[in-house]
Nanobody, 120 residues
Framework: VQLQASGGGLVQAGGSLRLSCAAS????????MGWYRQTPGRQRELVAV???????NYADSVKGRFTISRDNAKNTVDLQMSSLKPEDTAVYYC???????????????WGQGTLVTVSS
């Protein structure tokens, strides 16, 4: 099972970016998919998560600016980020809590991380 993230980059404050993540491999079911972020010296923090039935949860710091969406048929999750601020600068990781088809293992999988840099 792999999670492949894309879409990071450099953007000016106030701009927008879209992150995408695709899960592939021996997947029986994906429960939640989401995005986390991490800056040097700090713990990884939740940005947004969506369940298999579409329930959403956002960090307070991104509410109203970021939108998470998911395609269950394609096992993908996107994060549309708008009105970006310098404090949004971080490495963003996609996450999937899933059940493997081959082994039945249930747990969290992470993408490789994509850097988002917001300049002031």
């Amino acid at each position: 099972v792999q999670l492949q993230a894309s879409g990071g980059g450099l953007v000016q404050a106030g701009g927008s970016l879209r992150l995408s993540c695709a899960a592939s491999g021996s997947i029986r079911r994906i429960n939640t998919m989401g995005w986390y972020r991490q800056t040097p010296g700090r713990q990884r923090e939740l940005v947004a998560v969506v369940t298999s039935v579409g329930s959403l949860n956002y960090a307070d710091s991104v509410k109203g600016r970021f939108t998470i969406s998911r395609d269950n048929a394609k096992n993908t999750v996107d994060l549309q980020m708008s009105s970006l601020k310098p404090e949004d600068t971080a490495v963003y990781y996609c996450n999937a809590n899933l059940i493997r088809l081959d082994t039945g293992y249930a747990g969290n999988y992470w993408g490789q991380g994509t850097l988002v840099t917001v300049s002031s």
